[in-house]
């Protein structure tokens, strides 16, 4: 099984997952980069899986159902390009032979999904939208602090060898934030280093990795004291997890 980060806009990626026959792709926002990596590959369109309503995650939908045929799967509490077969957390499908596990991740989008599957080529394997970033996390557009807290703690318990697909490259001047929220993370100062040669290459840094996360996302990290003491020397009034979790999106927004 191959996982490909195809590039997409400016800084998307739609994920094609194929066994070398058969495809399956995430969130795209673009039909022309699937249907030519298909071409290339000689692969069959599956199922076309979608985390969000978002354009950049969906305008490829239609052209890509009416060239390949191939179903769609998405939020059942969201508009995406019908017809599909609607999703809601706790709900499995199987794709290209693999099980797969919708999880609820409000916050970015009120009705976002994440597809987890627990082994795929010998690990586990998570399409996550635009939740969770590699050093980041999504806007709050349409939910709130606490929905994304809770959202982010559940993709934090999954396996620490799980490979987290997102879907922008963020990384760098996400952690250009997590340096400034705690400059005395080393497992940050380390990660960096590595994210940078890769993008000087022009390579992703994706998938990441979810024990990597756990030790330099300062999202998934809001109750270590570091994260805390720096987001409350930020925004004194933050008092509770919720409150810090809400002060550190904040700090972020507004971050150079
Ligand atoms: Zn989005
Ligand atoms: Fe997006």
Redesign the pocket.
């Known amino acids: 099984m191959k996982i490909i980060a195809l590039p997409a806009f400016a800084d ?1 990626y739609i994920w094609l997952l194929h066994d070398g026959a058969s495809a399956l792709v995430v969130d795209p926002g673009d039909a022309q980069p699937v249907m030519q990596a298909l071409q290339h590959e000689g692969l069959r369109l599956a199922a076309i899986l979608v985390t969000h309503h ?1 354009p ?2 969906t305008g490829g939908v239609q052209a890509l159902r009416e060239a390949t045929g191939a179903p769609v799967y998405g939020p059942a509490r969201e508009r995406i390009p019908a017809p599909f077969s609607p999703l809601n957390g706790g709900d499995t499908l199987t794709a290209l032979g693999i099980a797969w596990t919708v999880i609820d991740v409000p916050g970015h989008t009120a009705g976002h999904i994440a597809f987890y599957a627990a082994e795929v080529a010998g690990a586990p394997l998570l399409f996550c ?2 939740t969770l970033f590699s050093g980041g996390c999504g806007r709050l557009f349409e939910g709130t602090p606490a929905q994304m807290l809770a959202s982010l703690d559940t993709l934090a318990a999954l396996p620490g060898a799980t490979r987290v697909c997102c ?2 490259e963020y990384t760098l001047s996400n952690l250009k934030f997590a340096r400034a929220v705690e400059p005395l993370n080393h497992a940050l100062i380390q990660y960096e280093s590595e994210c940078r040669a890769l993008r000087e290459r022009q390579m992703p840094t994706l998938p990441s990795l979810l024990s990597v996360e756990r030790q330099i996302n300062p999202f998934l990290r809001s109750r270590e004291r570091s994260v805390k003491q720096a987001v409350q020397g930020h925004t004194p009034t933050a008092d509770d997890d919720v409150a810090v979790f809400a002060a550190l999106r904040q700090w972020k927004n507004g971050f150079q």
Do not use: A, I, R
């Open positions: 998307n978002h950049d995650h939208g635009d879907t922008h």
